[in-house]
């Protein structure tokens, strides 16, 4: 069994920052891509942005510049930085991983239960 358990939401002014993290635990392999994504009330979950095994970086237009997606491959961890926070930045943000679980010989893709981040004053 693989779990992804996401951190560090919670309630900001705008103009704040937070950073999330996402930890995979279990039978854990490997990880190859790893993303954040937001669903804001009444809307669709939408990326927020990626990051491959190597480092490479993509971002939402909405975020960039404000949001920094990083990750910690000794930790099976994936963080969010999230800077100069506005109002419409507010959801519920899931992480998810493609992995390699033991057992298996390919990667499946696992998401969080989610975190809620709240931008208001």
């Known amino acids: 069994q693989v779990q992804l358990v996401e951190s560090g939401g919670g309630l900001v002014q705008p103009g704040g920052s937070l950073r999330l993290s996402c930890a995979a635990s279990g039978s854990v392999i490997s990880i190859n891509n790893m993303a954040w994504y937001r669903q804001a009330p009444g809307k669709q979950r939408e990326l927020v942005a990626g990051?491959?095994?190597?480092?490479?970086?993509n971002y939402a237009d909405s975020v960039k510049g404000r949001f920094t997606i990083s990750r910690d491959n000794a930790k099976n961890t994936v963080y969010l930085q999230m800077n100069s926070l506005k109002p419409e930045d507010t959801a519920v943000y899931y992480c998810?991983?493609?992995?390699?679980?033991?057992?298996?010989?390919?990667?499946?893709?696992?998401w969080g239960k989610g975190t809620l981040v709240t931008v208001s004053s």
């Open positions: 990051i491959t095994l190597v480092g490479t970086t």
């Open positions: 998810n991983a493609d992995i390699v679980s033991r057992g298996t010989s390919y990667f499946a893709r696992y």
